[in-house]
């Protein structure tokens, strides 16, 4: 089918991961194209994500022309559509129609580029990797039409595929290999992305940051051990929706987020309460105590489920919404206590 694409495309756009570049773009079809003729562009989505100065330096040493765009931010839209109608000028003389071609591995924001640049939802779009199951033919102007297609899956390498967002990490059965993997890529390209996001420095192996990271996002087992599959589940899941990049845009409550209720916890597992009742009952006053503008998380799995206290919010509901984005996982039941600050006991699944 791609190179049914490109045959048929006089343009073709390469989307592009502008956190990972290397890992995104595909030789084999940038050589294809130009083996056939056709004009090609490069398309850097996500640009939010990475520093000016190393956009424009990537930029200027690419000996294909290329352009940095944010369809979440809606930066750089208005750059591309000039660009593909400066490109389609040649052919606008002897053709009804120019049509380009976006071509470039799931989840790289495709549909949502076409969507951008018609202004309107002209393509179904979703956080789903290979959501895009056919051809579209989409009118950008009177003589200028996009075709929309399937991502190019590279099945040799599943490991990779998964790194560049072609597999959702909820969905592999073992998780581990690809999430060491990209943890060996980020040493060999910025490790300091690491230090930067989750404050990493003493280890001897890619295992030992794994389980780092799962000890310090609460993912603890029965009996004190870190749960590396839920581990590096949470790892991927981070670097492919953009809350984990290179160059360590780190969110400020992340920051300033206390690991706390060890041994409240402790006693929780120890005496099997499964209801946030009876914890803010039995330890209510410890809990208040702890009530202020500092955010305090702890996380605990017992038995089937996942038990998480979280203090130092103005609204419950957003303590519940971090609990959620933390663990990956739905409050199934809850408790809210405190005035000005306010924290929450949740039970998840």
């Known amino acids: 089918m791609v190179k049914e694409i490109i045959n048929e495309a006089h343009i073709v756009i390469e989307v592009v991961d502008a956190r990972d570049p290397i890992g995104t773009r595909n030789k084999k079809l940038e050589n294809l194209v130009k083996e056939k003729g056709k004009k090609l562009l490069i398309v850097m989505n996500k640009a939010d994500l990475v520093p000016k100065d190393w956009a424009e330096r990537y930029k200027k040493e690419s000996e294909i022309p290329i352009v940095f765009i944010s369809t979440r931010d809606r930066k750089g839209t208005g750059i591309l559509r000039k660009k593909i109608k400066r490109l389609a000028k040649e052919f606008l003389d002897e053709e009804d129609r120019v049509k380009v071609a976006l071509i470039g591995y799931p989840n790289v924001g495709k549909s949502t580029i076409i969507n951008t640049l018609k202004g309107k939802k002209a393509v179904k779009t979703a956080p789903i990797p290979g959501y895009t199951k056919n051809k579209h033919l989409i009118k950008l102007s009177r003589k200028i039409w996009l075709i929309d297609s399937p991502g190019v899956v590279p099945i040799d390498e599943f490991d990779e595929l998964v790194i560049k967002g072609g597999f959702p990490p909820d969905k592999i059965g073992d998780p581990i290999r690809p999430a060491l993997r990209l943890i060996k890529r980020i040493l060999e390209t910025r490790k300091e992305a690491l230090t930067e996001k989750y404050d990493i420095r003493d280890f001897e192996s890619e295992e030992q940051i794994l389980e780092a990271i799962g000890r310090r996002k609460g993912l603890i087992r029965k009996g004190g051990e870190v749960d590396i599959e839920e581990a590096a589940r949470y790892f991927l899941r981070e670097w492919q929706t953009g809350r984990f990049t290179l160059f360590g845009k780190e969110e400020k409550k992340e920051e300033e987020l206390v690991r706390d209720f ?68 739905h409050v199934l039941a809850s408790e809210c206590f405190g005035k000005k600050w306010k924290g929450v006991i949740a039970i998840l699944e």
């Open 262 to 329: 060890d041994k409240i916890l402790a006693a929780v597992e120890r005496d099997l309460l499964l209801d946030p009742r009876r914890i803010l009952w039995k330890f209510g006053d410890k809990l208040r105590e702890k009530l202020d503008s500092t955010k305090r998380v702890g996380i605990r799995e017992i038995e089937c489920f996942t038990v998480g206290i979280a203090t130092g919010f103005k609204k419950c509901d957003s303590a519940l919404k971090f609990l959620e984005e933390l663990t990956g996982k």
